[in-house]
């Protein structure tokens, strides 16, 4: 059974920094991901990463996260910076293993999905 494990979220100032990362169980996947959902939205696309190492980010991250990931410790990161109120969410880590089905998202299809972690910006 597939296991994603999250860590690293919390409480922040406006302006300052986190790493969340994420421990896959499972190897080779097509993609892996952090998506997020703030009270009363939908859930969003934050960062994507393929397995041939493209990467994808939403407008609004763009230049203050990074995602990466080390195979070694399948382990995948979003390094987040000069954070805003509006980054506030549940963060989720996801992964496309390869099988049918999924959350469809650019070239992936996201079928497993952590139990996510909170992300608090004050301003």
């Known amino acids: 059974q597939v296991q994603l494990v999250e860590s690293g979220g919390g409480s922040v100032q406006a302006g300052g920094s986190l790493r969340l990362s994420c421990l896959d169980s499972g190897r080779n996947r097509v993609c892996v991901g952090w998506f997020r959902q703030a009270p009363g939205k939908e859930r969003e696309g934050v960062a994507v990463?393929?397995?041939?190492?493209?990467?994808n980010y939403a407008d609004s991250v763009q230049g203050r996260f990074t995602i990466s990931k080390d195979s070694g410790k399948n382990t995948l990161y979003l390094q987040m910076n000069s954070l805003k109120p509006e980054d506030t969410a549940m963060y989720y880590c996801?992964?496309?293993?390869?099988?049918?089905?999924?959350?469809?998202?650019?070239?992936?299809?996201?079928?497993?999905w952590g139990q996510g972690i909170q992300v608090t910006v004050s301003s």
């Open positions: 996801a992964v496309d293993s390869g099988g049918f089905g999924g959350t469809a998202y650019g070239d992936c299809a996201f079928d497993y």
């Open positions: 990463i393929a397995d041939d190492g493209r990467t």
